[in-house]
């Protein structure tokens, strides 16, 4: 539009200078090379005003796709704010059970500690305890063995200790007559030697242990003994009776009968059944089987 005008002003002018104004050749002249140069630059304008234009659309498009990548910078930083809020979230919920699972453990730990130390001042007090049975089981056998230096001289007892267990092992013989079961006076002599120390005996269990040799009893006599079990259980019955008159605590007392069936020797020999026909005064902890 702009070249269009610019013609037409030129065509007034000519008709102008053909019309009469009095114009030279030189001026016509320059004023055409004027316009041409005017044609020229407006030419050149009108391409730079192309390139411009193209330009700022590249710019425009440019600027709507960094605005976009904006705008989803913006939402994915909007998105990793809430991720990472959560996250701490989730972390300091965590961190808070952690802290109450640390401090459980440590009440635990605080509590077992405790219960360690209770458990051993009680396994101190339970040793403590069982050293002070094992003393008065020791001097219990020292004291028998003391007040019975003569039976065992003679064969006639003997006493051992094992693990806290102190066994009295008197021969029938100076107990009971033959094929009877009531203890006779000699074997009440033997007993009283024992009856002052048993008789202080509170927190063990003395059981008393009737044996027999293998010898089946026979004629009259099974009418009161069918067999050696009950000969066995009478004597041992006999013999807690006796302690038990004599002021031994009848709590602590029990009878046992054993029959043929523990023997401590052959019997194939006179000398091994006379072995096996006893009568055994225990002493064990009031737990023990």
Same mark, same amino acid.
């Given at each position: 539009m702009v070249k269009?005008?610019?013609?037409?002003?030129m065509?007034?002018?000519?008709?102008l200078?053909?019309?009469g104004?009095f114009?030279s050749k030189?001026?016509?002249? #320059?004023k055409?090379?004027?316009?041409v140069?005017?044609? %020229?630059? *407006?030419?050149s304008?009108q391409?730079?005003h192309?390139?411009?234009?193209?330009?700022n659309a590249g710019l425009? $498009?440019? *600027?709507?796709?960094?605005r976009d990548?904006?705008?989803?910078?913006?939402?994915?930083k909007?998105?990793?704010? $809430?991720d990472?809020?959560?996250?701490?979230? +989730? *972390?300091?919920t965590?961190?808070d059970?952690l802290?109450?699972?640390? $401090?459980?453990?440590?009440?635990k730990?605080?509590?077992?500690?405790?219960? @360690?130390?209770?458990?051993?001042?009680e396994?101190?007090?339970?040793q403590?305890a069982k050293?002070?049975?094992?003393?008065?089981?020791? %001097?219990?056998?020292?004291?028998?063995? /003391?007040r &019975?230096?003569?039976?065992?001289?003679q064969?006639?007892?003997?006493?051992?200790?094992?693990?806290?267990k102190l066994?009295?092992? &008197?021969v029938?013989?100076?107990?009971?007559?033959?094929?009877? $079961?009531?203890? %006779?006076?000699?074997? &009440?002599?033997?007993l009283?030697k024992v009856?002052?120390?048993? %008789?202080?005996?509170?927190?063990?269990?003395?059981?008393?242990?009737?044996?027999? /040799?293998n010898v089946q009893?026979?004629?009259?006599?099974?009418k009161?003994?069918?067999? @050696?079990?009950e000969?066995?259980?009478? #004597?041992a019955?006999n013999?807690?009776?006796y302690?038990?008159?004599?002021?031994? /605590?009848p709590? +602590?007392?029990?009878?046992?009968a054993?029959?043929?069936y523990r023997?401590?020797?052959?019997?194939?020999?006179?000398?091994?059944?006379?072995?096996?026909?006893?009568?055994?005064?225990?002493?064990?902890?009031?737990?023990?089987?």
């Open positions: 269009r005008f610019f013609l037409s002003a065509l007034v002018f000519l008709s200078l053909l019309s104004c114009v030189g001026t016509y002249l #320059r055409e090379d004027e316009a140069t005017l044609s %020229k630059e *407006l030419s304008l391409q730079k192309q390139e411009l234009t193209t330009e425009r $498009a440019e *600027l709507t796709k960094v990548e904006a705008t989803g910078l913006v939402k994915d909007e998105k990793l704010t $809430a990472v809020q959560e996250l701490e979230k +989730v *972390l300091q965590k961190t059970s802290s109450q699972s640390v $401090a459980d453990l440590r009440q730990v605080v509590d077992l500690q405790g219960e @360690n130390a209770k458990l051993k001042e396994i101190s007090s339970t403590k050293e002070e049975k094992v003393r008065e089981v020791s %001097k219990t056998f020292e004291d028998l063995l /003391d &019975m230096k003569g039976e065992i001289s064969g006639q007892v003997t006493i051992s200790e094992l693990k806290g066994t009295v092992n &008197m029938d013989a100076i107990l009971f007559d033959s094929g009877k $079961a009531e203890v %006779k006076l000699a074997g &009440m002599e033997v009283k009856v002052d120390i048993l %008789k202080d005996v509170k927190d063990r269990a003395i059981r008393i242990e009737g044996h027999t /040799d009893i026979v004629g009259n006599l099974t009161r003994f069918p067999s @050696n079990w000969l066995s259980a009478a #004597r019955i013999v807690a009776r302690l038990q008159g004599q002021g031994v /605590d709590e +602590v007392l029990s009878a046992v054993h029959g043929e023997p401590v020797a052959s019997n194939d020999t006179e000398e091994g059944k006379a072995r096996n026909r006893r009568i055994e005064i225990i002493l064990v902890p009031k737990d023990a089987p």
